[in-house]
């Protein structure tokens, strides 16, 4: 079945940034929270913490040329960042940008991350998404996964994921659907068709999902690789979580 919703708001998003990871932290003077975002590609990946409503940046790090940034999600003071290949999950101190230490993610591509606040939950575009959780030394250890199914059959090409308690919200690859998925059982009970919210092509798929309850506590953001917009939707409360 399908989601229904109505468009509240629209902010400005950055055209240069191919999105790849996108949450919502604190509550700016503004009353706003901040955008966290991982725009990927070599050579021009980069991290960007910018103010909602204005788009300005207040502070932004450029990754390694040889890094293609994938997923981001703050646990704890840290902000852990899946690369795309490499096998690794960087992790950065949340207010200095400074890389702190690599993790080994031996699972396949890296594409989206997402916390509920005591674990991250990854995604590779496979059918599957990983549970981690940082061990007494703060290394993260995979906990267990489950496979993501509809109707008993695999979903593959889960991409950008969002924590909106009790479910994960996830874009499906190259096509305007949004999941909402158990993370404890894997299935996929509703779907978020964003057809007709913006106009893209090629490899400016729909991508990116956060969620503030300062925002509205039934309300979800969305965005896609390029996109010059974010849209906030406000959807039913039985529909969003």
């Known amino acids: 079945p399908k989601a229904k919703f109505t468009v509240l ?20 003077s503004s ?77 396949g591509e890296g594409w989206g991350l997402t916390t509920d606040g005591c674990d991250l939950l990854a995604t590779t575009g496979s059918p599957y998404l990983y549970r981690l959780r940082p061990d007494a030394a703060g290394t993260l250890q995979l906990e267990r996964r489950v496979e993501v199914t509809a109707f008993g059959r695999s979903i593959r090409m889960l991409n950008e994921v969002e924590y909106v308690t009790p479910y994960v919200w996830v874009n499906v690859w190259h096509t305007n659907r949004l ?15 964003l057809t007709g919210l913006h106009m893209w092509r090629g490899e400016a798929t729909p991508n990116g999902i956060a969620y503030s309850p300062s925002l509205g506590p039934t309300s979800l953001l969305v965005t896609g690789k390029l996109w010059p917009q974010m849209f906030l939707l406000n959807l039913s409360a039985a529909d969003l979580y």
């Open 9 to 28: 708001a629209r902010y400005p998003h950055q055209t240069t940034c191919f999105t790849e990871g996108l949450f919502l932290h604190g509550t700016a």
């Open 31 to 107: 009353g706003e929270p901040e955008v966290f975002e991982s725009c990927g590609l070599y050579g021009r990946s980069y991290l960007r913490r910018y103010a909602l409503g204005s788009g300005e940046t207040r502070s932004q790090t450029a990754v390694p040329a040889e890094i293609f940034s994938e997923g981001l999600a703050l646990l704890g003071t840290s902000l852990y960042m899946l690369m795309y290949h490499g096998g690794q999950i960087v992790e950065y101190d949340s207010a200095t940008w400074a890389e702190v230490r690599r993790h080994p993610f031996p699972y």
């Open 179 to 193: 999941l909402r998925v158990d993370p404890h059982t894997g299935v996929a009970d509703l779907q978020l068709d």
